[in-house]
């Protein structure tokens, strides 16, 4: 089992700056692909970024330039540096993880979700 503590959500306005982070623990054997997902009310959720083990990264096209993503696999931490936050960015974020187990395969894990609120 693996459990996702997200932390680094609020509020801020137009223009600011905020960092999530998401601390993955249990029996985990390794981490493939690392992301943070958001969702809008009344919108589906939707991929803002991802990384890879090796590094490479991908974005939506509406972030690409603001948003950095990042992670530390020595902590199985990953990371979302949101910079020039516009109110079109506010949504509950949720990190996702691809983890092999111990004793099981590679599983989708979420996070609980944390609130980004950016005001105009």
């Known amino acids: 089992q693996v459990q996702l503590v997200e932390s680094g959500g609020g509020l801020v306005q137009a223009g600011g700056s905020l960092r999530l982070s998401c601390a993955a623990s249990?029996?985990?054997?390794?981490?493939?692909?690392m992301g943070w997902y958001r969702q809008a009310p009344g919108k589906q959720r939707e991929l803002v970024a991802a990384i890879t083990s090796r590094g490479s990264t991908n974005y939506v096209d509406s972030v690409k330039g603001r948003f950095t993503i990042s992670r530390d696999n020595a902590k199985n931490t990953v990371y979302l540096q949101m910079n020039s936050l516009k109110p079109e960015d506010t949504a509950v974020y949720y990190c996702n993880v691809d983890a092999r187990t111990i004793g099981a395969g590679t599983l989708a894990y979420w996070g609980q979700g944390t609130q980004v609120t950016v005001s105009s």
């Open positions: 249990g029996s985990i054997f390794s981490i493939n692909a």
